[in-house]
């Protein structure tokens, strides 16, 4: 059983930077798929960035990908999100989720995810 604990989280001023980190236990990170997702209250959760288990092949949502980065540190076992100019419509709850997989391919399909973490809350003040 794969546990994820996110952080980083917090409160920052439009046109900020904030990293979040998802650190995993139970697996090793090199076997895992991983991802990030966020949610608003009433809206669908949005795939944000999803990275390999070798953390060589990574995705960020088209419109983010100017402003957000995610990459991998599998000797501690986390991923981050780094999350630059940051804009009042990123505020939501950032969850990361993980899947065992090959170590070659990003999944951006949150039913194919099978570890949820409890999310870390982003709020960005305009």
């Known amino acids: 059983q794969v546990q994820l604990v996110e952080s980083g989280g917090g409160l920052v001023q439009a046109g900020g930077s904030l990293r979040l980190s998802c650190t995993a236990s139970?697996?090793?990170?090199?076997?895992?798929?991983m991802g990030w997702f966020r949610q608003v209250p009433g809206k669908e959760r949005e795939t944000v960035a999803a990275i390999s288990g070798n953390g060589d092949a990574t995705f960020i949502q088209y419109s983010m990908s100017d402003r957000f980065a995610i990459s991998k540190d599998n000797a501690k076992n986390t991923a981050y999100l780094q999350m630059n100019k940051l804009r009042p419509e990123d505020t939501a709850l950032y969850s990361c989720a993980s899947v065992e997989a090959t170590p070659l391919g990003f999944i951006t399909h949150a039913p194919r995810y099978r570890s949820w973490g409890r999310g870390t809350p982003v709020t960005v003040a305009s």
């Open positions: 139970g697996r090793a990170a090199s076997n895992l798929a």
